[in-house]
């Protein structure tokens, strides 16, 4: 089945709302992305303040909000003007300035060589051409720029827990249908060559996954399931860490030459 990328044109606050399954992405995943983040910039001697920061495929603005924090210029580009809507006024109530884009990760809208650090997370394995994300991303990067990302990689384990075991066994899928495809998925090998090809040069590849024990998880899932718990609480529960294992999923960076 193709990737079902409407859900985030579905009316409503798919975003901020506890309650909603995209919501998890903000206490489960923000922290150890930011986290990666971070420490990237603080090897590399690259601080955020005052610089332009390029949030692909931002939707609700869940992490260009987080970017936002760090005092940088945050500009954030979906092709879904419905989540960029929600994006818009969760922004200005919370009086945090991000300049919001329509547009697609393919074709950025936004002028050669414009901007210092580039994030595209979670996003890479729902676009139709991979490729031309990578290119574009380099075409708007300043020479010495950092792209950071993260993306799930191919194998059968991440068959297993984000298919099988997360949209479509009953007792345990909480994630809309159709979120991912397993033939969208990356593999790091595959996203490094992209990026050599568009003169990015790949640092570290470092993986993520859940900060519980699998039979924590799994009866955190049953929770969820059963409605016991928000998905904000799960998120909140599993919250991710950094590790060694790249099986599923895995965050990494790449620089533009000067």
Not at 79 to 89: E, K, V
């Amino acid at each position: 089945m193709p990737v079902d990328n409407e859900i985030y044109n579905r009316p409503g606050d798919i975003w901020w709302d506890e309650h909603e399954p995209l919501n998890a992405i903000r206490t489960a995943l923000n922290p150890a992305r930011l986290a990666y983040l971070t420490g990237v910039l603080r090897e590399l001697g690259v601080a955020t303040a005052g610089k332009t920061v390029l949030d692909i495929g931002c939707g609700g603005g869940l992490f260009a909000e987080e970017l936002a924090r760090t005092g940088a210029r945050v500009i954030g580009v979906d092709p879904s003007t419905t989540s960029l809507a929600t994006a818009r006024s969760h922004a200005v109530a919370l009086g945090l300035n991000i300049d919001y884009r329509a547009g697609a990760g393919e074709k950025l809208p936004l002028e050669d060589a414009s901007v210092d650090i580039a994030c595209c997370v979670d996003v890479l394995e729902h676009v139709n051409d991979v490729d031309a994300v990578i290119g574009d991303t380099a075409r708007v990067l300043r020479a010495g720029g950092v792209f950071v990302f993260d993306t799930i990689t191919r194998t059968r384990l991440s068959r297993l827990v984000m298919i099988k075991l997360l949209q479509e066994w009953r007792l345990t899928a909480w994630m809309p249908a159709n979120l991912h495809a397993w033939d969208k998925f990356i593999t790091p090998n595959e996203l490094r060559a992209m990026l050599s090809r568009h003169h990015l040069e790949c640092g570290d590849i470092v993986g993520m996954g859940p900060g519980v024990k699998p039979h924590r998880l799994m009866r955190l899932l049953w929770q969820l399931r059963t409605r016991s718990i928000s998905y904000g609480e799960f998120g909140h529960q599993v919250r991710f860490v950094l590790t060694k294992d790249v099986r599923v999923s895995y965050a990494g960076y790449a620089t533009k030459a000067t």
